[in-house]
């Protein structure tokens, strides 16, 4: 496999990261999209977007967005998994697919264990899932199952908000009564926790969510534990925070940083012609990027097997694989260093992106 | 008098900054400061005069022959008394912060047009995009006065966290129309698509057509609302298919009862 | 004092001396005429005098639905005080328990003054946080639910210090039924002028007053020289023609709107002449100290 290819050919590795800096020094408005990378990877994208005062986005924005959101023009309340795991007596897992956003969830919280910790210690850990995906909830034995669709989420937690309140909703009384319930748990719980991912819960569903966990702050402790979107989304998230102040889709077009969510959407910014030149990074997993355009000059960073067939492409090593890496554990909500589990000599991101900037010409545009 | 006038030369190839050609800025300043004010928002630098052939008038109307949905932050911070209007599209958040004044659109507007208005007046004859009148990431509250009407569609998330004034959107709404808000009023002349005031606390969202709200509103009757007739005869020369909703019997569903249960969705009977 | 002779009516060379007071007003709306009236004499009930009722009030004119806010038939009411203050716990008082409790009520300011009464702060807490709040033209209403759906009111209503109370007419004629009918006219011409009410029963006063009283602790006391009754043994105002006395008090909103109610007023009477209605029209005053508004009548005439 080479290490670099040029529309599919072979070139020099040098000659890649010269062809890559001439590209995005050409550009009007480069952007440097997916950043899938670890923290020091993300670190050396951030300036480099800097540096070129480009833009710079991550392919899970979406979902950190929609959390980050709620966070910030609302509010939100959340602990680690492990405290979860330590001291939850009632765990609420809400919507599909949270074991493929979070392949340890299971492991990490487990849930069949009793909370060690707290007044519900030793005592059976109560276990509620609201629309699972198919079998996934088999996996927890003693889970009760709130069947519900991925559409039908944002109005069971308003049901269970507006019930939690004493006010009514328009359900017969079968079902109310069934919410009445299921509220009374959550209201018993000594240290309740709700487990989410926003790649199945849009932002005004987990406002909901999260005002419900205020409410029930006043009766009782209650809290939440989110899932972090893919390819080390959460770990590039607090780079950028303590780099620029801002989350992805962040620019740096006039010289300091704007933070604009629609404004640097990496689609958009392609698709309208406003980005001339992308940096693609995608280390974790090769995803490819999800614009419509073809034309534009594209570098992509990315493993050995995701070679695309157009524009630049220089291999790098996997974080935490290949290379040892800091990432943001889901498991303990802190940066982690991850070891190598296959060393191998591919360049990191930040490899890879140091040797670029190495050939931006400083000041260029200053 | 022939208003201040900006004729496009070219459709810009970068979205570009207007925010500095609100009338009370332009003020006291040259045709030569005029074309020498950045507008660019990238490392390529763009002027007023890369763009625009400046011909001044009174500087109570600016008036733009040509739009392009790259022109962001169109009177933005507009001052009451004075007025913008473009002949085409504008981009983002148009408006933005307005604390009087009106502007027209000919065209289409994009996503956050009329943004944090403290009561302005905006007309858009054409579609807006997303989060009409609705706050930036991480403000706390959308729009706090002023009235905006649309003549086309609105795209998704329109009025978020609204806190007061009046939006009337004469064609469809989409997805999550009046989210999260506050107080105020919405009015929907066509249809509303998909969620409707979740998350709403006080706010009156109107619409032409009934739907199902979800278990958290609450069917209140049917009912002549006074302060409808009073709505209707403020809107009358403004949105007349909105005075003309107001006018009718409103069925009144209380909610969002996930929040207070004191916001309402109205629809005609 | 010379006398001045109209159509046959003696104007007694005399003013009407009268003062500053802080007024109000609101429009009143209903689904009918029938309501909005309704709603509006019982607001304006039980204040003629602000000596014993705290304020005076009476209804300025009907509204047609065209010229009201929400296209429903209006009534215009006035109220007026000897301070803002006690203005502003008068209406609030007044609104809370005439007009809110009236069916179909809606209320909006009718006045712009240099101050306003915040009078939905005070009603819509009658709604126990189920009232809504509107913005519609730069102006707050308040809409509370009541038992026949909601009771609409503006925020704020404007209350003027410029206001004028004391205008009057005292109209004398040869009997009850002559006096009364002269009288009548002139409240019914008064009624057509903006601005203006005429506060007593029907717009007329029997009891007309001096300043003092033979009994401690009465300020004012039957007007003696005015009574036909007592024209022998008092030292009366009154001529062996004289049967009868009746009175029109007169509170205005401006200066210019009680003059020109007693232009009406005077006008009316005169018009009708002496066979039908008043032999002669004089006017109250305390010897011009008191007051800082003067009406002389000859400067009213026809």
Sequence with gaps: METATLDGKAIALGDAYRHAAKILNGAAFPLIAGLGADVAGARAAILLAERLKGAFDHLASRETLADIDVKRSFGMFTTTANEARLRGDCVVLIGPGLTQAWSGMLERLALAETPRRGAQAQQPRKVIWVGPDGDEAKAVPGAKVIPASQQELSGVLAAWRARFGGRPVALGAEKVALIDGLVETLRNARFGVFVWSASTLDPLAIEMLQALVIELNAATRFTGVHIGGRSGASGVTQTAGWMTGFPPRTGFGRGYPEHDPWRFESSRLVDSGEADAALWISAFDGEKPAWSRADIPLITLAPAHSSPSRGLFIKVGQPGVTHDAVLMSQETGGMTLRRASAPADAPSVAQAIGAIMAEVSEGAWR | ?269 | ?302
């Design chain 3, 1 to 302: 004092m010379p006398d001045i002779i109209r159509n046959g009516v003696t104007i007694d060379d005399n003013f009407a001396e009268a003062f500053p007071m802080s007024g109000t007003g609101i429009l009143i709306t209903a689904p009918n005429a029938k309501w909005a009236r309704q709603a509006a004499l019982t607001m304006t009930g039980f204040a003629t005098s602000v000596i014993g009722c705290g304020c005076e009030a009476g209804i300025d004119r009907e509204v047609p639905p065209e010229e009201t806010p929400d296209g429903r038939p209006g009534v215009r009411a006035l109220l007026f005080a000897m301070s803002s203050k006690d203005a502003e716990k008068q209406l609030v008082n007044r609104l809370g328990q005439c007009v809110l409790t009236c069916p179909g009520s809606a209320v909006y300011s009718t006045v712009d003054g240099e101050f306003e009464i915040k009078v939905g702060d005070a009603v819509r807490q009658f709604g126990d946080k189920w009232q809504m709040s509107k913005v519609v033209d730069d102006r707050r209403y308040w809409r509370v639910p009541v038992m026949d759906g909601e009771f609409f009111c503006e925020g704020k209503v404007g209350l003027t210090k410029k206001s004028v109370g004391g205008g009057n007419l005292l109209i004398m004629g040869a009997d009850w039924d002559k006096t009364m009918r002269a009288t009548e006219a002139a409240v019914s011409a008064i009624d057509g002028v903006a601005d203006a009410i005429a506060p007593f029963p029907g717009g007329i006063v029997r009891s007309g007053s001096k300043v003092g009283s033979k009994y401690k602790g009465m300020s004012a006391s039957t007007n003696d020289a005015y009574c036909p009754t007592l024209r022998g043994v008092t030292k009366s105002e009154l001529d062996a023609d004289i049967g009868c006395v009746l009175e029109i008090v007169i509170d205005g909103l401006t200066d210019k709107a009680v003059s020109e109610a007693m232009r009406a007023g005077l006008h009316a009477i005169i018009e009708m002449g002496p066979e039908q209605g008043a032999k002669r029209v004089g006017a109250g005053n305390y010897g011009g100290k008191l007051g800082p508004f003067h009406y002389h009548l000859k400067e009213l005439l026809p």
């Design chain 2, 1 to 269: 008098m022939k208003p201040f006038t900006f004729t496009l030369r070219q459709e810009p190839p970068q979205r570009v900054d207007l925010s500095a050609l609100t009338p009370d800025r332009l003020a006291g300043k040259s045709v030569a400061q005029i074309e020498a004010i950045e507008i660019g928002v990238t490392r390529i630098s763009t002027k007023v005069g890369d763009l625009f052939k400046v011909s001044e008038g009174e500087l109570k109307t600016v008036r733009f022959e040509g739009g392009s949905s790259r022109f962001d932050l169109l009177g933005a911070k507009l001052l009451p008394g004075f007025e913008i209007h473009v002949e085409g599209d504008v981009g983002a958040q148009c408006g933005r912060l307005a604390k009087g004044g009106r502007i027209t659109v000919d065209g289409n507007a994009g996503p956050h047009a009329a943004s944090g208005n403290l009561g302005a007046e905006l007309e858009i004859k054409g579609d807006v995009g997303d989060f009409l009148a609705g706050p930036l990431a991480g403000e706390l509250a959308g729009m706090a006065g002023g009235r905006v009407i649309v003549r086309g569609k609105a795209g998704a998330r329109a009025g978020d966290r609204l806190r007061r004034g009046i939006l009337v959107i004469e064609g469809d709404a989409g997805e999550d129309l009046g989210a999260r808000v506050i107080a105020g009023t919405i009015l929907v002349v066509g249809e509303a698509k998909g969620r409707v005031g979740y998350l709403n606390k006080r706010g009156s969202i109107v619409l032409a057509r009934g739907g199902c709200f979800g278990s958290t509103y609450v069917d209140c009757g049917a009912h002549e609302l006074t302060f409808a007739r009073l709505f209707a005869r403020s809107l009358r020369d403004h949105s007349a298919p909105a005075a003309d909703l107001l006018s009718r019997r409103l069925r009144r569903y209380g909610g969002d009862t996930a929040v207070y249960g004191k916001g309402e969705i109205l629809t005609a009977d």
